[in-house]
Nanobody, 118 residues
Framework: QVQLVESGGGLVQAGDSLRLSCAAS????????MGWFRQAPGKGRELVAS???????WYVDSVKGRFTISRDNAKSTVDLQMNSLKPEDTAVYSC????????????WGQGTQVTVSS
């Protein structure tokens, strides 16, 4: 089992930055691929960024150049640095752990709300 807890969400203005953090406990964190997902109201869940066990990142096109995913295996954390935020980034953001960046993701956090005002 892996328990994931997100933190760092909030209300910001367009153009601001926000850093989300996900703390993991349980099984060996370094053996999992990690992903950050988001779900906006009325929309499906979307993979925003992922990071393999080797440290290879992937980003959805809409956040490339603005978001950065990173992990600290010693601290069992995975962060998502979000810069130049836009109103369309408003969503509930969740971190997830899986066997590969392509999934399946078997462990999920509870999510944290990010709201970007224009």
């Amino acid at each position: 089992q892996v328990q994931l807890v997100e933190s760092g969400g909030g209300l910001v203005q367009a153009g601001d930055s926000l850093r989300l953090s996900c703390a993991a406990s349980g099984r060996t964190f370094s053996s999992f691929a990690m992903g950050w997902f988001r779900q906006a109201p009325g929309k499906g869940r979307e993979l925003v960024a992922s990071l393999s066990t080797r440290g290879d990142p992937w980003y959805v096109d809409s956040v490339k150049g603005r978001f950065t995913i990173s992990r600290d295996n010693a601290k069992s954390t995975v962060d998502l640095q979000m810069n130049s935020l836009k109103p369309e980034d408003t969503a509930v953001y969740s971190c997830a752990a899986g066997l590969s960046t392509r999934g399946p993701y078997g462990y999920w956090g509870q999510g944290t709300q990010v709201t970007v005002s224009s």
